[in-house]
Each structure stands twice: as C-alpha cells, then as structure tokens.
C-alpha cells in the first residue's frame, strides 16, 4: 500500500528562484471526486497514472504507475478534465528534505506552491525562509480542485 503525507505552503518571496532545476509537468484528472481522485501526468518523456485516495491532514492513499506516455497524451487530449494543469517543479534540497516548488502556467499562471514529502504525520521539519503560510487543509490549492476553479478566477 502507498501512502503520501505531504504538506503545502504559499511561497513568500522569489529567493527560491534558481536553487533548483525545473522540468515541465502536464496533467489532468480523470476522476476528481472527493475522496478520490484518478491523474494522468506527463513529465518530460514518460507517462503516469495516479491513484489518490482521501485527504487526512495531509496524508492519503497514493499510487501511481508508470504508463506509455503516448497513451498519457491521448488521455490528457481526450479524456482529461479541462484545463490541464500545467506547471514547472522545481526540487530543491533544503535540511535534508526535498521542498518541490509549483510554478503554474496557463488558467492558473501566477500561483507558486512549495510541498514537502515526510516519512509520517508529526514529522518535524525545517522550513526555508522563501516559505509563506501553510495551505495544506484549503482544498483550493489541490491540483484537481484547479482544474474546475483555476487560480485566475479568484477573485483577490
């Protein structure tokens, strides 16, 4: 069984920038329903497909396989929910841990969104002084949440 136990955060201000490399992610969901949802991903040359289950402060169900990326990208043109989130990842090393940045792109153009991956709920961790406020229970920033309310509809 896979587990993620992730937490998400606002990014502050732009002294992130260029501690880590980016690589360009395209992704939609198949199913988006509370307490479950189905993506379909592509990262560079290679396809997902991600099965996640409810959100539990932070941790869920997950598991994800590889896919032939052809198949990803016909999924992704016809049957994705639309937009697809597009986004590019930064990874960037910081106290032992590795902070993946979100730098969206298209519908939710403007958005940045630091995660961290931990080993299990509680675990304590360092935070980058780039790090703004914790969004991990505002089920707003959730990727499949901005495919049906995108980040350039809010209104400020």
């Known amino acids: ?15 992130w ?12 969901y198949l199913n988006s329903e509370k307490g479950r949802t189905v993506r379909v991903r592509i990262i ?35 049957l994705c929910q639309k937009p697809l989130i597009e986004k590019i990842r930064y990874c960037i090393s910081f106290a032992g841990f590795i902070w993946e940045v979100d730098d969206f792109k298209g519908e939710n153009e403007g958005l940045l969104i630091a995660e961290i991956e931990l080993e299990y709920v509680g675990q304590e961790f360092s935070q980058p002084s780039w790090i703004g406020p914790e969004v991990t229970g505002d089920s707003r920033y959730y990727n499949a949440n901005l495919v049906k309310n995108p980040y350039s509809t809010w209104k400020a």
């Open 1 to 15: 069984m896979g587990k993620e136990i992730e937490k998400k955060f606002l990014i502050a201000d732009n002294s």
């Open 17 to 28: 920038q260029g501690l880590g490399v980016g690589k360009a992610y395209s992704q939609g």
């Open 44 to 78: 560079g040359d290679r396809g997902f497909l991600t099965i996640k289950g409810p959100n539990d402060h932070g941790a869920r169900l997950e598991y994800e396989y590889d896919i032939p990326v052809e198949d990803a990208r016909e999924m992704l043109d016809l």
